[in-house]
């Protein structure tokens, strides 16, 4: 058994279907009288007593992989980026100087980060990609004009040219599909900027290989409104209303969730 086949065995990390992709323990637990778990989504910015951190050696692992995938991501650009594999991600290291090649220790961090439980610092979504190198085919997206976003072919980009047609020009795509590579590293970014809290970070965004921006959802805002579309603000605004009432509004993420994850209202769900 190799490396990576053990630690995906070991780590248990494919959740059972029930209760909404929650497994039956991890709602239990969610739900027991006096948990703090609704008040850890809603203040989800913030660090709580039992959330679980990286160790100082750790962190320093943490720091090198971001910058390093930040230079890929300069070499190759982002809207590649959303599309990179977690092998050819090392390639670029091996054969740019710029990048650098990935230490063992590096490797080995990252595929921890991966295969680990993500329940066990608060995410209770289902695991979307089941190995650290599967791959996003090139032939089944395509990119979306002015966006430098790429969609999944079929339903996806149909349910994006319908949002367009219907709300015209103050819609944006805001984010599309995301490759192992992209989602690592937005992963990471968010527990470097948290100094480490992978139950904070995981209270964000999705972890490495959960996100269904792998399988096909997007993320849409208001035209020139930038970061506020990633915020609860959106729910506010006329393109969301908008949205609702046309029925897209099928949210990932909503209000009160039992996976783990802040309300969303700017997902998309399509799968």
């Given at each position: 058994?190799?490396?990576?086949?053990?630690?995906?065995?070991?780590?248990?990390?494919?959740?059972?279907?029930?209760?909404?992709?929650?497994?039956?323990?991890?709602?239990?637990?969610?739900?027991?009288?006096?948990?703090?778990?609704?008040?850890?989504?809603?203040?989800?910015?913030?660090?709580?007593?039992?959330?679980?951190?990286?160790?100082?050696?750790?962190?320093?692992?943490?720091?090198?992989?971001?910058?390093?995938?930040?230079?890929v991501?300069?070499?190759i650009?982002?809207?590649?980026?959303?599309?990179?594999?977690?092998?050819k991600?090392?390639?670029?290291?091996?054969?740019?100087?710029?990048?650098?090649?990935?230490?063992?220790?590096?490797?080995?961090?990252?595929?921890?980060i991966?295969?680990?439980?993500?329940?066990?610092?608060?995410?209770y979504?289902?695991?979307?990609?089941?190995?650290?190198?599967d791959?996003?085919?090139?032939?089944?997206?395509?990119?979306?004009?002015?966006?430098?976003?790429?969609?999944?072919?079929?339903?996806?980009?149909?349910?994006?040219?319908?949002?367009?047609?219907?709300?015209g020009?103050?819609?944006?795509l805001?984010?599309?599909?995301?490759?192992?590579?992209?989602?690592?590293?937005?992963?990471?970014?968010?527990?470097?900027?948290?100094?480490?809290?992978?139950?904070?970070?995981?209270?964000?965004?999705?972890?490495?290989?959960?996100?269904?921006?792998?399988?096909?959802?997007?993320?849409?805002?208001?035209?020139?409104?930038?970061?506020?579309?990633?915020?609860?603000?959106f729910?506010?605004?006329?393109?969301f209303?908008?949205?609702?009432?046309?029925?897209?509004?099928?949210?990932?993420?909503?209000?009160?969730?039992?996976?783990?994850?802040?309300?969303?209202p700017?997902?998309?769900?399509?799968?």
């Amino acid at each position: 058994m190799d490396k990576r086949q053990f630690l995906k065995t070991a780590g248990g990390i494919l959740i059972s279907a029930s209760a909404g992709g929650v497994s039956t323990s991890a709602y239990a637990l969610i739900c027991r009288p006096g948990d703090t778990y609704f008040n850890k989504l809603r203040n989800f910015n913030a660090d709580h007593a039992d959330d679980i951190r990286l160790s100082p050696a750790q962190m320093v692992i943490l720091n090198s992989v971001v910058a390093r995938m930040r230079r890929v991501r300069g070499i190759i650009g982002h809207g590649n980026f959303a599309l990179l594999g977690f092998d050819k991600m090392l390639r670029f290291g091996r054969n740019y100087s710029k990048v650098g090649r990935f230490t063992r220790r590096e490797i080995d961090f990252l595929e921890d980060i991966f295969y680990r439980d993500a329940a066990r610092y608060g995410f209770y979504g289902e695991k979307v990609l089941s190995g650290l190198t599967d791959g996003v085919p090139s032939r089944s997206s395509t990119k979306v004009r002015r966006t430098g976003q790429y969609l999944f072919k079929g339903t996806p980009l149909v349910t994006y040219e319908e949002i367009r047609k219907k709300l015209g020009k103050d819609v944006v795509l805001t984010s599309g599909v995301r490759g192992m590579a992209k989602q690592m590293y937005l992963f990471l970014a968010k527990a470097q900027r948290t100094k480490g809290n992978l139950s904070r970070a995981s209270r964000s965004l999705a972890p490495p290989g959960y996100s269904f921006h792998a399988a096909g959802d997007f993320d849409v805002g208001k035209r020139g409104w930038g970061i506020r579309n990633f915020s609860t603000d959106f729910a506010k605004t006329d393109v969301f209303k908008k949205l609702v009432d046309l029925g897209y509004a099928r949210l990932r993420y909503p209000k009160d969730n039992l996976l783990g994850v802040r309300y969303e209202p700017w997902h998309i769900k399509v799968i």
